[in-house]
């Protein structure tokens, strides 16, 4: 058994003069103030990549630059599916006993301290060296070639991805620290300019400041918990160039895992959040999960079934596409507005029920995956 028991997010968007040691160590201190706990209660340290300090051991540079002697660290890369890699790892850390507080932290200052052609050219390197890279493709383009076929098998159309954008800004409205707070509308979405055709630039994610980082522990530390009830990951391919089919993909093999793991079903589940690097990132996989049929999501999307009183919140605080994407801490931010909203703290963001919540993080080009269900306890 396993608590989240702290939560710690900065505001995402442009952070002059920050590090991304500086944010994370922000963020972490956010954290463990809110699981009511000291630097020195912290026995374990889980820390994300980071291109813009692509050191070799950054988990033990971070725990020296924080002031924390772990008897546990360990740096864990597996692209946007990292922060609930991460979480997993410290779910099977604690209930073996091995730990009992892990400091769960990630963080960049990719907008500040990162330059455009330097951030297409580290993140270009998922694609396979020989047959993609060479090519000159950057993670946009992988997507854009999924987005096509998945267009062509299902009759999706543009402005159907584009529902998903919207709905992202919609959400991030309400929080102070999106990085984006001008609404957009369906149209304002085909008026971007073109990126990777079919997507458009605001069916992108921004780039992005930011850190974020949560507490795992043994036990519960607050009168409300947070426990992970399971979770599962599936790693089917890493290149374009491999990927099986649409309806083959590893979102599909992790979440029936999942549900395997913790006997939770779609049909308990009362929130959600799921990565959306990409329109058709959060399009496909809430079919694969299960939350749309086949080719069905924008239309769930446009019906309003998302919405934060709809009947399945989703990414309330506005998700990549919207609050911004500074990397691994991009996708954590998806769990820190997770537990706010199961603990009742969203503020005007507050959604009548999150008593059973269902997250999911997708790393490379829908390559690795990582499907968790958290519950509520008192």
Do not use: W
């Amino acid at each position: 058994m396993s608590f989240i028991t702290g939560v710690g997010l900065t505001a995402f968007g442009r952070h002059e003069g920050s590090s991304s040691l500086d944010l994370m160590s922000k963020a972490a201190e956010l954290a463990i103030a809110d699981a009511g706990l000291k630097r020195a209660d912290v026995d374990g340290i889980l820390c994300g990549y980071s291109t813009v300090s692509p050191h070799i051991m950054l988990a033990t540079v971070f725990a020296e630059h924080f002031g924390i002697k772990p008897s546990y660290a360990h740096a864990v890369q597996v692209g946007g599916a990292t922060g609930l890699a991460m979480t997993m790892l410290a779910h099977h850390l604690v209930e073996a006993g091995v730990v009992r507080h892990v400091l769960v932290v990630g963080g960049e200052n990719r907008l500040t301290g990162q330059s455009r052609d330097a951030s297409i050219l580290a993140l270009a390197q998922v694609g396979h060296p020989d047959y993609e890279v060479v090519l000159g493709p950057t993670i946009p383009a992988y997507y854009g070639l999924v987005a096509s076929r998945y267009m062509h098998e299902y009759g999706v159309t543009q402005q159907d991805l584009a529902e998903c954008a919207v709905l992202m800004r919609r959400h991030a409205l309400t929080h102070p620290g999106a990085q984006f707070h001008d609404a957009i509308t369906v149209a304002d979405v085909m008026a971007s300019k073109p990126v990777a055709l079919p997507l458009k630039l605001l069916d992108c994610c921004p780039v992005s400041d930011g850190g974020a980082a949560f507490v795992v522990s043994r036990d519960r530390t607050g009168e409300t918990g947070v426990r992970v009830l399971g979770c599962a990951q599936a790693h089917t391919h890493q290149h374009v160039t491999a990927m099986p089919g649409l309806s083959e993909l590893g979102a599909e093999i992790a979440i029936a895992r999942a549900k395997a793991t913790s006997g939770v079903a779609i049909s308990d589940v009362r929130y959600a959040a799921i990565y959306d690097s990409f329109t058709i990132t959060l399009a496909m996989l809430l079919e694969d999960l299960g939350l749309a049929g086949r080719g069905e999501a924008a239309a769930r999307v446009r019906s309003g079934y998302f919405n934060g009183n709809g009947a399945m919140p989703l990414n309330t605080h506005g998700g990549l596409l919207s609050y911004g994407h500074c990397g691994v801490g991009g996708a954590m931010a998806h769990l820190v507005e997770t537990h706010l909203q199961m603990t009742g703290r969203a503020g005007n963001r507050q959604v009548s029920d999150a008593s059973v919540a269902l997250l999911h993080g997708d790393g490379g080009v829908l390559s690795s995956h990582v499907s968790m269900f958290l519950e509520r306890t008192r």
